[in-house]
């Protein structure tokens, strides 16, 4: 965690369950069951599980777009209804307007709010210039890179002012070198913010190298079996990925992993480390 470690827990989930009911099958899924976690205030916390295990289904029910069927989950001691403006959400799709400015996209959620004309630009070129890409501007998002176009959306949440970024594998879909770079990039603006991030992914490698904690999920009915605590300086430079200490965290997170998949666990020395975990 950045320089001051906090104790406060900004959000507290409690025995967390969801299950959809299929009236045409007169059948149910359940998605969550159990599920209980919580985050620390400033924390940068990594939801890491196989796919199909209920990470963005957590993710929805914190942001408030998909209400739990029972337990409880709040942010700051308040319901998650009562707090939704604390809460800003970046998704693995850009969800950028094709039709705005880089700019205008970045404006949006504060022309929601009814922020006057001067102060949305001003506040947009600020995001804008933090994420790099201020000289794009008045450009459109058919005109930029998926990379930059993720930048777009990142600067655009947080324009909006949450003090939680809550973020759905935004890296997913970028190439190896891209991810990368963005996520240098986020733990460059999240040391700089302290905010509280919750940020789901696939990826090993990713969820060590980004957070202060690693929650692991178990195959669905999703469930918290195991949080790592990652204790590795900051800020955190590229080549960290090569230490002793973080092979060793891979190591421990994949053995956790590969008892959900069905799959014998096997030393680095004596394989390729998969970095990203699928179904």
């Excluded at 406060?8 to 369950?17: F, G, N, P, T």
């Excluded at 700019?103 to 949006?108: A, D, L, M």
């Excluded at 009915?221 to 430079?237: C, Q, S, W, Y």
Aim: proline share 4%.
């Amino acid at each position: 965690m950045s320089e001051v470690t906090r104790s406060r827990d900004k959000i507290v989930a409690r025995d967390l369950s969801l299950t959809y009911a299929n009236e045409a099958t007169d059948s149910s899924h359940t998605v969550l069951d159990g599920f209980e976690l919580s985050v620390r205030d400033g924390e940068f916390l990594a939801l890491l599980g196989p796919s199909g295990c209920g990470k963005s289904t957590f993710l929805s029910i914190l942001a408030g777009l998909v209400p739990q069927t029972s337990g409880d989950i709040t942010v700051d001691g308040e319901a998650v209804s009562a707090a939704r403006q604390k809460l800003g959400v970046v998704f693995q799709g850009y969800a950028l307007f094709p039709w705005r400015t880089v700019r205008k996209n970045v404006e949006t959620g504060l022309e929601i709010r009814g922020v006057k004309s001067a102060q949305r630009r001003s506040e947009a070129e600020r995001f804008l210039r933090l994420v790099g890409l201020l000289d794009f501007a008045d450009h459109y998002p058919h005109q930029l890179s998926g990379g930059m176009r993720q930048r777009v959306a990142i600067a655009r949440v947080l324009a909006y002012g949450p003090e939680i970024l809550l973020m759905d594998e935004p890296f997913g879909a970028l190439d190896a070198q891209t991810r990368e770079s963005l996520q240098q990039e986020l733990l460059g603006i999240w040391e700089k913010s302290a905010k509280t991030v919750v940020f789901v992914t696939h990826s090993i490698d990713e969820a060590i190298f980004l957070a202060d904690r690693v929650a692991i999920m178990g195959r669905g009915p999703g469930r918290v079996k195991e949080i790592v605590d990652v204790d590795l300086p900051r800020p955190r430079p590229a080549s960290i990925r090569h230490s002793a200490a973080f092979v060793a965290l891979r190591e421990r997170a994949w053995a956790s992993l590969s008892e959900e998949l069905g799959e014998q666990p096997t030393p680095a020395s004596e394989r390729v480390v998969e970095r990203t975990i699928g179904a």
